[in-house]
């Protein structure tokens, strides 16, 4: 029950006036921060793994049904709406192999990719996705990335609002995230948003909007960004920073005297790797309260079940 179609989500969100966050994992502590924040705030979530970040070798031998089917143990059970995101895959094939790993949303990174491929690809999985029950984002526009401290916008480019609107007739993709300068992996300042553009974008497009670079992303602009039609931010780099900062400052504190078994992998209050699930899971409460998520768990389950 608790695991819902990502357009539901996106759709109650923009009747409600919030965005609903993704919030990017990749083992089994950061998966259940995201799920317990979600609970402590009483918020609808998507939670996921991103591909970008993981070797292919790894997802292409069994590491996409592994974190499926992690995913969906760790789901069950959950008392706040979810829906789960294998977020921008290389390949269309890995996209394809999230649609029977128990992924309900999936999404393939093609923002760099010719607009006809990527078309193509999008296209390809929404016809394999949607009968399955899977919701398919895009990117259409693509994002510079900070890197090394600065910003590197080979190949980045804003979103045409037309070309959108055409990608999104041609694929029939449920989300589209946008480029209008937000910027992936951003920690040292904040990124410049076109609220114009992503005015335009709304017009001409009729599913919900997508910003992808939520780290870097400005507070002051996220309810702008929700009244010109975002539904979704998604959030990463600012999740894993805050997450190493604590497992380094608890590593910081061991004397060399403690149980090792204790300390590594236990799950209880010693393990380092707590410290940093803490450190995860309030840094997403901060971000469901800023969308204005939190507290709208319950008016989406009752639209399943009034
Ligand atoms: P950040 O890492 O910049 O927060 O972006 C995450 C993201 O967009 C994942 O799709």
Known sequence: MPLMPAPLLLSEARRG?????????????SFEAALEAAEAESAPI???????????????????????????????????????????TH???????????GFNFVM???QRWPKDDAMRASRKLVE????????????FGSL??????????????????????????????????VSVGNVHLLTAFTSEID??????????????????????FPDDAVRAAIAAGVAKFNVGTRLKRNYLDAVVRRIGEW?????????????????FLEAGKAAFTDTVRGFLRLYGSAGRADDVLKVVAP
């Not at 394999?128 to 990117?139: D, I, N, Q």
């Not at 004397?255 to 393990?271: F, N």
């Open 46 to 88: 998507i939670v996921g793994f991103g591909a970008t970040m993981l070797d292919d070798a790894w997802l292409d031998h069994r590491g996409i049904d592994h974190l499926g089917a992690m995913g969906r143990t760790l789901i069950d059970g959950c008392r706040v709406p979810v829906a789960f995101l294998l977020n921008e």
């Open 128 to 139: 394999a996705a949607h009968p399955a029950g899977v919701a398919v984002e895009a990117e």
């Open 195 to 216: 609220l114009d553009r992503l005015t335009a974008i709304r017009a001409a497009v009729d599913v919900p909007l997508v910003l992808h670079g939520g780290t870097g």
């Open 108 to 110: 393939i990174d093609s």
């Open 255 to 271: 004397t060399g005297r403690e149980s090792v078994h204790d300390l590594v992998g236990s799950h209880k209050p010693a393990d």
């Open 91 to 101: 390949t269309l094939e890995q996209a394809l192999a999230g649609v029977g790993a």
């Open 144 to 177: 510079p990335d900070f890197v090394d401290g600065r910003i590197v916008d080979d190949g980045a480019a804003m979103t045409d609002p037309a070309e959108a609107a055409e990608f999104v007739a041609e694929t029939g993709v449920d989300a589209l995230a």
């Open 17 to 29: 006036g919030y965005a609903v966050g993704y919030f990017e994992s990749w083992d089994s502590y």
